[in-house]
Protein backbone atom coordinates (compact mmCIF):
# COMPACT_ATOMS: atom_id res chain seq x y z
CA UNK A 1 0.00 0.00 0.00
CA UNK A 2 1.25 3.31 -1.34
CA UNK A 3 1.50 6.30 1.58
CA UNK A 4 1.30 9.99 1.81
CA UNK A 5 2.91 11.87 4.67
CA UNK A 6 0.96 15.53 4.47
CA UNK A 7 3.05 18.22 6.01
CA UNK A 8 1.09 21.22 6.59
CA UNK A 9 2.38 24.67 8.82
CA UNK A 10 0.48 27.55 8.72
CA UNK A 11 -1.13 28.63 12.03
CA UNK A 12 -3.84 30.23 9.83
CA UNK A 13 -7.33 28.63 9.50
CA UNK A 14 -7.63 30.18 6.18
CA UNK A 15 -3.91 29.11 4.92
CA UNK A 16 -3.58 28.89 0.62
CA UNK A 17 -0.89 26.17 1.29
CA UNK A 18 -2.61 24.28 3.79
CA UNK A 19 -5.82 24.61 1.16
CA UNK A 20 -3.90 24.10 -1.70
CA UNK A 21 -1.85 20.90 -0.55
CA UNK A 22 -4.75 19.51 1.22
CA UNK A 23 -6.66 19.70 -2.32
CA UNK A 24 -3.92 18.05 -4.05
CA UNK A 25 -3.54 15.06 -1.31
CA UNK A 26 -7.51 14.55 -2.18
CA UNK A 27 -6.45 14.31 -6.14
CA UNK A 28 -3.53 11.84 -5.60
CA UNK A 29 -5.80 9.39 -2.99
CA UNK A 30 -8.66 9.81 -5.96
CA UNK A 31 -6.44 8.33 -7.80
CA UNK A 32 -5.61 5.39 -5.64
CA UNK A 33 -7.94 5.03 -2.83
CA UNK A 34 -6.08 2.68 -1.33
CA UNK A 35 -3.36 5.39 -0.33
CA UNK A 36 -2.69 5.40 3.24
CA UNK A 37 -2.50 9.43 4.56
CA UNK A 38 -0.45 10.91 7.70
CA UNK A 39 -1.13 14.81 8.66
CA UNK A 40 1.48 16.39 10.22
CA UNK A 41 -0.75 19.40 11.12
CA UNK A 42 2.12 22.17 12.90
CA UNK A 43 -0.19 24.95 12.46
CA UNK A 44 -2.37 23.03 15.07
CA UNK A 45 0.13 20.90 16.91
CA UNK A 46 3.54 22.60 16.75
CA UNK A 47 6.46 20.92 17.37
CA UNK A 48 8.57 22.27 20.17
CA UNK A 49 11.98 23.70 18.74
CA UNK A 50 15.36 22.17 19.64
CA UNK A 51 15.85 22.48 23.38
CA UNK A 52 19.49 21.12 25.52
CA UNK A 53 17.54 17.99 26.35
CA UNK A 54 16.57 17.29 22.85
CA UNK A 55 19.24 17.67 21.02
CA UNK A 56 21.80 15.33 23.55
CA UNK A 57 18.87 12.91 22.98
CA UNK A 58 18.93 12.60 19.60
CA UNK A 59 22.79 12.52 19.16
CA UNK A 60 22.77 9.39 21.21
CA UNK A 61 21.60 5.85 20.44
CA UNK A 62 18.29 5.12 22.89
CA UNK A 63 19.83 2.24 25.08
CA UNK A 64 22.67 5.21 26.03
CA UNK A 65 19.51 7.88 27.29
CA UNK A 66 18.66 8.74 30.11
CA UNK A 67 14.60 8.81 31.34
CA UNK A 68 14.40 12.71 30.38
CA UNK A 69 16.32 12.40 27.26
CA UNK A 70 14.68 9.35 25.93
CA UNK A 71 10.98 11.08 26.45
CA UNK A 72 12.28 14.15 24.44
CA UNK A 73 13.24 12.01 21.61
CA UNK A 74 10.30 10.09 21.21
CA UNK A 75 8.37 12.55 19.36
CA UNK A 76 11.63 13.28 16.59
CA UNK A 77 11.85 9.31 16.35
CA UNK A 78 8.13 8.81 15.37
CA UNK A 79 8.55 12.36 12.84
CA UNK A 80 11.63 10.17 11.59
CA UNK A 81 9.25 7.20 11.25
CA UNK A 82 6.91 8.89 9.80
CA UNK A 83 8.87 10.25 6.96
CA UNK A 84 11.04 6.91 6.38
CA UNK A 85 7.55 5.20 6.00
CA UNK A 86 5.77 7.64 3.50
CA UNK A 87 6.19 7.16 -0.55
CA UNK A 88 5.04 10.86 -1.23
CA UNK A 89 5.59 13.70 0.99
CA UNK A 90 3.47 17.13 0.37
CA UNK A 91 4.84 20.03 2.45
CA UNK A 92 3.02 22.98 2.46
CA UNK A 93 4.37 26.52 3.71
CA UNK A 94 3.96 30.25 3.02
CA UNK A 95 6.60 32.37 2.43
CA UNK A 96 6.69 34.70 5.80
CA UNK A 97 10.12 36.92 5.84
CA UNK A 98 11.26 35.15 2.83
CA UNK A 99 11.61 31.84 4.15
CA UNK A 100 9.59 29.29 5.62
CA UNK A 101 7.43 29.39 9.03
CA UNK A 102 9.96 28.33 12.12
CA UNK A 103 7.36 25.16 12.87
CA UNK A 104 8.61 23.46 9.64
CA UNK A 105 11.92 24.31 10.22
CA UNK A 106 11.82 22.85 13.67
CA UNK A 107 9.82 19.73 12.00
CA UNK A 108 13.27 19.17 9.66
CA UNK A 109 15.61 20.01 12.58
CA UNK A 110 13.26 16.79 13.92
CA UNK A 111 13.58 15.04 11.00
CA UNK A 112 17.03 15.21 9.81
CA UNK A 113 19.03 12.79 11.66
CA UNK A 114 22.20 11.48 11.51
CA UNK A 115 22.03 7.55 11.13
CA UNK A 116 18.58 7.63 10.48
CA UNK A 117 17.70 9.70 7.07
CA UNK A 118 21.54 10.55 6.19
CA UNK A 119 24.90 9.72 7.42
CA UNK A 120 28.23 10.61 6.83
CA UNK A 121 30.76 8.48 4.59
CA UNK A 122 34.07 8.71 3.72
CA UNK A 123 32.78 10.09 0.55
CA UNK A 124 30.63 13.06 2.05
CA UNK A 125 27.14 12.70 3.69
CA UNK A 126 24.54 10.50 2.28
CA UNK A 127 20.87 10.99 2.16
CA UNK A 128 19.04 7.96 3.54
CA UNK A 129 15.44 9.10 3.09
CA UNK A 130 15.39 7.97 -0.63
CA UNK A 131 12.91 6.71 -3.21
CA UNK A 132 10.25 9.29 -2.19
CA UNK A 133 8.69 11.73 -4.55
CA UNK A 134 7.94 15.22 -2.73
CA UNK A 135 5.96 18.20 -3.92
CA UNK A 136 6.64 21.82 -2.06
CA UNK A 137 3.31 23.79 -2.08
CA UNK A 138 4.17 27.63 -1.03
CA UNK A 139 2.07 30.21 -0.68
CA UNK A 140 3.08 34.20 -0.97
CA UNK A 141 1.33 37.75 -1.14
CA UNK A 142 3.97 38.83 -4.19
CA UNK A 143 5.59 37.01 -6.89
CA UNK A 144 8.59 35.37 -6.14
CA UNK A 145 8.93 32.00 -8.35
CA UNK A 146 10.01 34.38 -11.02
CA UNK A 147 11.25 38.06 -11.58
CA UNK A 148 13.00 40.90 -9.66
CA UNK A 149 12.01 38.95 -5.98
CA UNK A 150 13.07 36.00 -7.04
CA UNK A 151 16.62 36.04 -4.86
CA UNK A 152 14.45 36.40 -1.97
CA UNK A 153 12.69 33.44 -1.83
CA UNK A 154 14.57 31.57 0.05
CA UNK A 155 12.28 28.92 0.95
CA UNK A 156 12.47 27.02 -1.79
CA UNK A 157 16.29 26.28 -2.38
CA UNK A 158 16.26 25.66 1.45
CA UNK A 159 13.76 23.19 1.26
CA UNK A 160 15.41 22.06 -1.99
CA UNK A 161 18.97 21.52 -0.26
CA UNK A 162 17.87 20.19 3.02
CA UNK A 163 15.86 17.36 1.05
CA UNK A 164 18.20 16.72 -0.73
CA UNK A 165 20.84 15.85 1.56
CA UNK A 166 18.47 13.77 3.48
CA UNK A 167 18.17 11.75 -0.19
CA UNK A 168 15.16 13.62 -1.62
CA UNK A 169 15.94 14.62 -4.91
CA UNK A 170 12.39 14.34 -6.89
CA UNK A 171 11.07 17.29 -5.77
CA UNK A 172 8.10 19.21 -7.67
CA UNK A 173 7.03 22.78 -6.16
CA UNK A 174 3.67 24.33 -6.57
CA UNK A 175 3.61 28.03 -6.20
CA UNK A 176 0.23 30.21 -5.07
CA UNK A 177 1.33 33.60 -5.21
CA UNK A 178 0.56 37.26 -6.05
CA UNK A 179 -2.30 36.94 -3.93
CA UNK A 180 -1.82 40.38 -2.78
CA UNK A 181 -2.63 42.24 -5.96
CA UNK A 182 -6.59 42.40 -6.13
CA UNK A 183 -9.48 40.01 -6.42
CA UNK A 184 -8.48 38.98 -9.87
CA UNK A 185 -4.84 38.11 -9.29
CA UNK A 186 -6.12 36.37 -5.76
CA UNK A 187 -8.36 34.40 -8.26
CA UNK A 188 -5.57 33.35 -10.80
CA UNK A 189 -3.13 32.43 -8.36
CA UNK A 190 -5.53 29.88 -6.91
CA UNK A 191 -6.60 28.94 -10.77
CA UNK A 192 -2.77 28.29 -11.45
CA UNK A 193 -2.32 26.49 -8.49
CA UNK A 194 -5.48 24.00 -9.00
CA UNK A 195 -3.95 23.28 -12.67
CA UNK A 196 -0.51 22.44 -11.42
CA UNK A 197 -1.65 19.88 -8.89
CA UNK A 198 -4.41 18.47 -11.45
CA UNK A 199 -1.53 18.25 -13.77
CA UNK A 200 1.20 16.53 -11.36
CA UNK A 201 -1.71 14.40 -9.97
CA UNK A 202 -2.45 12.81 -13.28
CA UNK A 203 1.12 12.36 -13.59
CA UNK A 204 1.57 10.59 -10.40
Not at 13 to 39: G, I, N
Not at 54 to 59: E, V
Not at 145 to 155: L, R
Amino acid sequence: MSSILLVTSSPRDDSLSTKVASAFVDKLTARKPETAVVHRDLGKKPIAHLDTVTTSAIRKQAADRNPEEAAAAAESDELVAELMAADTVVIATGLINFNIYSTLKSWIDNVARAGMTFRYTAEGPEGLATGKKVYIVLSAAGIYSEGPAMGMNHATPYLKTVLSFMGMTDVEVVYVEGTAFGPEAFDKALADADAAISRLALAA
